[in-house]
């Protein structure tokens, strides 16, 4: 008897997660999944299954089969065999659409095949965001059991240079304008397929930072701003009122300090551009002594815990950590409020259902430090368009953490995203991460400290300090770099004293700067400034010496910075002139001495003295 057989083939995305399982009983029918995601022009994506069934016994055949959509609405359904439409019904239950697709004809012995063809439209797989086309292509459940599956993902060359791509691809060409990427089973069961094109990603930000000095005296307040890093370049356009200085701390993170009154309440506004790459770009190099900072156990990172120690020696390298990370820990969207309470490390072993991003990224930090990489804090803003959290972020500042650790072969920070990693179904932030992250704070030797924008509040009612949103890259993208001197008042037969400030007044910052000190265009000194933020100032003391006849004092100090230039007047007519009047009242007490010795010349007696040689002169 030849039995009939119904499938029901499961294509189900939760949490961006895609599950495609087969429900008939393995082995006796053998499927093998070819299936294309052709990107438009418009961002809609074709999704093209060819499958082949073949009969693996005698007295089996497929009727129909379902496929079950999860949180897809497609467009444009169609089904075929042969050139040939399939009959099809669409039922909606809640979130899953079911497509239920009859085989009108019955396909009966061992080794034959059935090829068909199902294909949708679906707008949600790209998505355009700000400067960049951004690409999610769930993975393949694991436990499928397709013989073969191999996928095929195609993008316009409209869209631009692949900003990033993870995981690689087992081939890649371009074809008929499109960039053609292709996978097979194996690659895309252990992740999903996670892409942007473009060359970077602009966010414009406007911050508000609410400050208050309770003292009695005029106070110094500093500020965290957010500052360059390897994945991001920043441009102020605007910071008001001016800080009198931003300086960058041991970490990275750039500092601006403004001087309070006396029970003064002020409001900082900053805002500009930030430009967000897809890889690290070469940046300044921590020092040795920085680097064993990001070594160290804290409150928050109990790295000489031996509960993080022996997780340490189990998960040794930061993939290993990561994978433990996200696998270990589940997301409590229930936590995600303002002010909620960080647990640290040790708390989330022990609460592993109660995490969010902080617990994810305390956990890695503290066992990569146990296990002797350096790793620290991100903390700032990420886009998302998840539902669960959009609606808070509009009226408070719900920010983002995620952690870094240092690649002592490629000698840069890497940016990694366990958090993300955990809640999008098997996209792997590891090896890539997106274009969507943009980092306010470094914490790396305090875990705490510097607090990131939308910390600075005033009152019990939160208010929302922090706007961010997808924009262009300025016009003006410059530093601009001045040299400012005040000479301080001569003082005779010390050395003459000048304060230079070399200072930015452009919208980005200058690296590697080498300001030359010359006496009369001879070199005497260089000094080196690693960074220079904007509104940054570095400042240091010059002095002139006096010298015997001005021989050593130069007549012109030039300064000179990048393609600035600066020249001061020295004091060296006033040293010649002190010299020379020096010279003078020298030589004339000499001179009158000498005569006076000689008697060639005689002090006029006061009449007192002389009364007192006439007395003498009697007496005798």
Not at 26 to 50: C, L, P, R, W
Not at 68 to 80: E, G, H, M, R, Y
Request: charged share 20%; hydrophobic share 40%.
């Amino acid at each position: 008897m030849i039995k009939k057989f119904l499938f029901f083939l499961f294509s189900c995305i939760v949490l961006n997660s895609l599950f495609i399982i087969p429900t008939y009983a393995e082995g006796e029918f053998k499927t093998d999944v070819n299936v294309t995601y052709k990107v438009q022009e418009t961002g809609i994506t074709t999704v093209t299954n060819n499958i082949t069934l073949e009969n693996l016994f005698t007295n089996l055949y497929a009727t129909a089969y379902t496929l079950v959509l999860d949180n897809i609405k497609p467009t444009n359904l169609t089904a075929s065999q042969s050139g040939i439409t399939l009959p099809f019904q669409v039922k909606t239950e809640g979130s899953k659409t079911n497509i239920v697709i009859s085989f009108p004809d019955a396909l009966v012995g061992k080794g034959n095949k059935r090829l068909f063809s199902v294909s949708y439209d679906d707008p949600t797989i790209a998505q355009r965001t700000g400067e960049v086309w951004e690409i999610s292509i769930p993975r393949l459940s694991s436990d499928s059991s397709f013989s073969s599956y191999n996928l095929s993902f195609l993008v316009p060359n409209s869209f631009g240079d692949e900003a990033y791509l993870s995981p690689n691809p087992e081939k890649k060409e371009v074809k008929d304008g499109y960039k053609v990427y292709l996978f097979n089973k194996e690659s895309i069961s252990k992740t999903g397929i996670m892409a942007g094109f473009g060359k970077f990603q602009v966010f414009a930000f406007n911050l508000i930072y609410h400050l208050e000095n309770p003292l009695v005296k005029s106070a110094l307040i500093e500020i965290a701003l957010p500052p360059d890093t390897s994945l991001q370049k920043v441009y102020f356009s605007l910071i008001d009122p001016k800080p009198s200085n931003v300086r960058v701390d041991d970490d990275g993170n750039w500092l601006g300090t403004f001087t309070l009154a006396p029970r003064q309440r002020v409001d900082i506004k900053a805002g500009g551009s930030v430009q967000i790459f897809a890889g690290p770009r070469p940046y300044l190099t921590p020092q040795e002594l920085a680097l064993e900072s990001n070594l160290l156990a804290t409150d928050l990172w109990q790295a000489s815990d031996p509960v993080i120690l022996e997780l340490a020696h189990k998960y040794k390298t930061p993939r290993e950590i990561y994978n433990f990370v996200v696998n270990y820990l589940s997301y409590d969207f229930e936590r995600v409020k303002p002010n909620a309470v960080r647990l640290g490390a040790l708390k989330a072993i022990k609460n592993p259902k109660n995490a969010i991003c902080m617990e994810f990224t305390d956990l890695f930090i503290a066992i990569a430090r146990a296990a002797k990489i350096p790793a620290r804090e991100i903390n700032g803003f990420a886009y998302t368009e998840n539902l669960k959290i959009q609606p808070l972020s509009l009226v408070s500042d719900v920010l983002h953490s995620w952690p870094e650790y240092w690649d002592s072969n490629k000698k840069t920070w890497i940016s990694i995203d366990p958090t993300w990693g955990a809640t999008t179904g098997g996209i792997d932030y590891f090896n890539k991460l997106d274009l969507r992250h943009f980092a306010f704070v470094i914490h790396g030797v305090d875990p705490q400290k510097p607090y990131p924008p939308g910390s600075y509040k005033l009152g019990p009612n939160p208010q929302k300090d922090v706007f961010v949103n997808f924009g262009q890259l300025p016009i003006e993208r410059n530093p601009k770099i001045k040299i400012v001197s005040e000479v301080e008042k001569f003082i005779p037969f010390t050395p003459q004293k000048i304060l230079v400030s070399i200072e930015n007044a452009g919208v980005a910052a200058s690296y590697n700067l080498t300001p030359q000190i010359f006496f009369d265009n001879q070199l005497v000194e260089s000094k080196n400034i690693q960074a220079l933020p904007p509104y940054g100032k570095f400042s240091f003391a010059l002095k002139v010496p006096f010298s015997f006849l001005g021989r050593n004092t130069p007549n012109i100090i030039k300064i000179t910075v990048s393609d600035e230039k600066l020249e001061i007047q020295s004091a060296k007519s006033e040293v010649i002139i002190y010299n020379l009047a020096s010279i003078f009242l020298i030589s004339l007490i000499t001179t009158l001495g000498v005569l006076l010795k000689l008697g060639k010349i005689k002090i006029p007696m006061t009449r007192h003295n002389m009364i007192k040689f006439n007395k003498n002169e009697i007496a005798h």
